[in-house]
């Protein structure tokens, strides 16, 4: 009992994510909705192993296992690159091995074709490597993407998205752990785990990684939600040490930093340039991106927070130091403190007031 629904446990986590994307629709953001189709292929795909392992051999079943074998891979990739607010070009060929075995698979299965058990079976073996080079490709194609759009989010942004960027870091450790084992599965085939015990072990942790995929992609927010297109019209003709002079100013003398929701659109537009220019300069000049550009300005007057006398209490002194400051949080406070002075709120204020 124990042992069927442990092979049956990877399609039940796969229909339970694609019932609850369903129910999001609605509310969901494009990127997010092609989850729903990375979750019916798998349910598929993990319907068609159940099948497998509980003996049955069916032509219609090997098709399915097929098509949705290699239609998974692409499926999250697509919803990788629509999180990252691109196109998807030519990615589409992708699609075109599960659509050659749904058009093969059939024929091979017809009676009577002559030699239809070799045709399967070459086709079934261009299937796995075809499979092997689509998750490699998908992960490292994937992977780029996932880190471009981090950047980009780091320089546009400067700490109202960090539960954002926390959950693409995640994300892009469990896909590369999931792309690892699917090649390993891949390359020892299910033929080997027929009528053995040892077929929990891949379902147990397939189950896992699909059931992390899956909370991570649905708690994840549009990361891109609240940017602004730039303005091509804006003359980036003067020097960028005339540039990053004004922008210092707008900091030292207005203070704008202490705008909780403040992003590289908003200073450029103060600063009469447009966001890539602006990114540029700054980098140029400090090498750093906007976000450590900005929270240095935080962290210096959460600082002159910290190390003010007036407070009794350390607790109410760190719940000044990050709302004053322009933090939204202080997770987000304690992380940026500790990368700029790398030292805890807490031990530089007793160190300050000593």
């Not at 207005?254 to 890539?276: H, P, Q, S, Y």
Request: glycine residues 4%; positive net charge.
């Amino acid at each position: 009992m124990l042992h069927s629904f442990i092979i049956v446990l990877p399609m039940l986590i796969c229909l339970f994510w694609l019932v609850s994307y369903l129910c999001a629709w609605k509310n969901s953001y494009p990127a997010k909705r092609f989850m729903s189709a990375f979750y019916m292929a798998a349910f598929v795909l993990y319907a068609c192993h159940w099948v497998y392992f509980s003996g049955v051999r069916s032509p219609y079943f090997e098709t399915l296992y097929g098509i949705a074998n290699l239609s998974v891979f692409p499926l999250f990739l697509y919803y990788i690159v629509f999180l990252a607010g691109e196109r998807l070009g030519k990615l589409w060929l992708l699609l075109i091995p599960p659509a050659l075995i749904m058009v093969v698979y059939p024929v091979c299965f017809i009676d009577g074709l002559e030699g239809a058990q070799h045709y399967f079976y070459i086709f079934y073996i261009f299937a796995r490597v075809c499979f092997a080079f689509q998750v490699v490709f998908v992960w490292i194609y994937g992977r780029i993407k996932l880190q471009k759009l981090v950047k980009r989010l780091d320089d546009y942004f400067t700490d109202n998205r960090s539960s954002s960027l926390r959950s693409l870091h995640v994300l892009i450790w469990l896909f590369g752990i999931t792309a690892v084992f699917a090649i390993i599965w891949n390359f020892l085939g299910r033929e080997r785990f027929s009528d053995t015990e040892w077929v929990a072990l891949p379902s147990v942790l397939m189950s896992i990684l699909l059931y992390a995929l899956g909370y991570v992609c649905f708690i994840l927010s549009n990361p891109l939600n609240g940017m602004k297109e730039e303005d091509d019209e804006i003359n980036h003709s003067e020097e960028p040490e005339t540039l990053i002079k004004r922008v210092n100013a707008l900091m030292e003398k207005e203070k704008v930093f202490l705008r909780e929701d403040l992003t590289i659109a908003d200073v450029a537009l103060m600063a009469g340039t447009n966001r890539t220019y602006l990114s540029t300069a700054i980098n140029s000049t400090y090498s750093v991106n906007f976000s450590t550009y900005i929270n240095r300005y935080r962290i210096n007057e959460a600082k002159k927070i910290l190390s003010s006398r007036r407070y009794i209490h350390d607790k109410e002194a760190i719940s000044d130091a990050v709302s004053m400051s322009g933090f939204t949080n202080e997770q987000t406070f304690y992380r940026v403190f500790k990368e700029q002075t790398g030292q805890t709120p807490l031990l530089y204020r007793r160190l300050q007031i000593s």
